[in-house]
């Protein structure tokens, strides 16, 4: 029998979600941390713009194709134990980056740094539904998104001025050491629940495949899945590997610009985080439609930009990044979306499946970017223009068409399947409740 043996939302759950975050803000400095070292890179492992980008493919495709399994051992498990396993996997594969010498070994390292990175998003968010009241969820899910860019901050100054003063391999090594005192802190702060007798799902395979089945044949799943394939991957593209060398070697942009240019970028989507929260938690029947208004400004800023004659004036990349940084909090829409359409039981699954859905376009745009690239330059980085830039950075309209096509799509789904399965649930949507009756909540209130 379930039994509340901790309070939620109060002290305790805040130390476990600072905990957590902080093996968060780690796993995306690892992530991003290739954003302005990739030129470094392209000279040390003595590379093309498409072996470039494939460090940055392998790890997504790792950690894209890991979310459906970790969502299933997050739901059997636990958090505390995945996000652990999470964090030793990407300390060993920095550990490795940082003194590989060949392109063979560094994508080694990239694997297993795309294996643990995948474990960590998930298990914490699983954390902050557990351990957080309703209305504060959707507060701390989008707080935990926008603190986590102060990762992406330190890759983008911190690391590159390390890389200038300490070299390649003692950056990453220490880098890499931060998380051997994170994993002990993991150990003992972090629990799994505030409830005990919880019951935790045993994996079997008939019942594995019909769970999953039935996560990812629901509208809602679909709906959180293409918001965050819409709205993430162009702040991903940006941050993680094309953006500084588009703004340098296209723009000619200094590089100390660039750089700030990529903190104004994260700083942007901190600040937009808890505005994002406020309107999803005050008007949940919107969210999509928030996200959708929020792409289609993207789509716009990126157009200008590309169809400026000659290199765009500072004033206008700043737009960009300011606008395309939204996308980030937007992109966090989908799993409230993946909370509201499934009880606690299917949570992991129905998280991870929604987080394939970003990765997925991002790691496709970064290779195709890369193949383009090496198809007009393929003298490597230092023959690259704006013009090239142009043909590549255009790869992002395909996948933001096909995502807002999907986006309208499936939003007309989700409200269908609302009012056929439980037409109440419907009204409590629309009256403001993100958790609803008969299908996030077993029974009514």
Not at 142 to 153: P, R
Not at 243 to 262: K, Q, R, T
Request: no cysteine; aromatic share 10%.
């Amino acid at each position: 029998m379930l039994r509340q043996v901790h309070n939620i939302g109060r002290r305790r759950a805040w130390v476990i979600w600072l905990v957590g975050l902080a093996v968060y803000v780690l796993a995306v400095f690892h992530r991003t941390s290739l954003g302005v070292a990739g030129l470094l890179a392209a000279d040390r492992f003595d590379i093309t713009a498409a072996q470039l980008a494939t460090f940055t493919v392998v790890q997504l495709s790792v950690y894209a194709a890991m979310q459906i399994p970790v969502g299933v051992l997050l739901d059997r498990f636990g958090s505390r134990t995945l996000m652990l396993t999470g964090l030793l996997l990407m300390t060993a594969g920095q550990m490795w980056f940082a003194f590989a010498g060949s392109f063979e070994v560094g994508i080694a390292a990239r694997i297993l740094l795309g294996a643990g990175d995948a474990m960590i998003f998930t298990s914490l968010l699983r954390l902050v539904a557990v351990w957080f009241r309703v209305k504060q969820a959707p507060f701390v899910t989008q707080l935990t998104g926008m603190v986590g860019q102060v990762g992406a901050i330190a890759a983008a100054t911190p690391l590159a001025a390390a890389l200038a003063t300490w070299g390649w391999t003692r950056s990453f090594a220490t880098a890499a050491g931060v998380g051997i005192v994170l994993s002990v802190l993991l150990v003992l702060l972090v629990k799994d629940s505030p409830y005990r007798g919880e019951a935790v799902e045993r994996i079997k395979v008939r019942a594995l495949a019909r769970t999953l089945g039935e996560v990812w044949g629901n509208p809602g799943t679909q709906l959180g899945l293409w918001v965050h394939f819409t709205a993430q991957f162009g702040a991903t593209v940006f941050t993680m590997l094309w953006g500084y060398p588009f703004l340098v070697s296209g723009e000619g942009l200094a590089p100390g610009l660039a750089s700030w240019l990529l903190v104004v970028m994260t700083v942007t989507a901190m600040a937009a985080g808890p505005l994002v929260a406020a309107f999803t938690a005050r008007v949940p029947y919107r969210r999509s439609q928030l996200v959708l208004g929020i792409v289609l400004s993207i789509v716009t800023v990126w157009a200008v930009v590309l169809l400026w004659p000659g290199p765009a004036p500072v004033w206008l990349l700043v737009v960009l990044v300011v606008v395309t940084a939204m996308g980030g909090p937007g992109s966090m829409v989908g799993f409230d979306l993946a909370r509201t359409f499934h009880p606690s039981s299917r949570l992991g699954r129905a998280t991870g499946v929604v987080n394939i859905g970003g990765f997925t376009a991002s790691l496709v745009t970064i290779a195709l970017i890369g193949v383009v690239l090496d198809q007009l330059a393929p003298g490597g980085p230092e023959t690259y223009t704006l013009d090239h830039f142009r043909a590549a950075m255009s790869v992002q309209f395909v996948f933001w068409g096909i995502g807002i096509v999907q986006l309208v799509r499936y939003r007309r789904k989700s409200l269908r399947h609302l009012e056929e399965v439980h037409p109440a649930a419907l009204e409590a949507l629309r009256g403001g409740q993100t958790l609803l009756p008969g299908i996030s909540r077993d029974v009514d209130p």
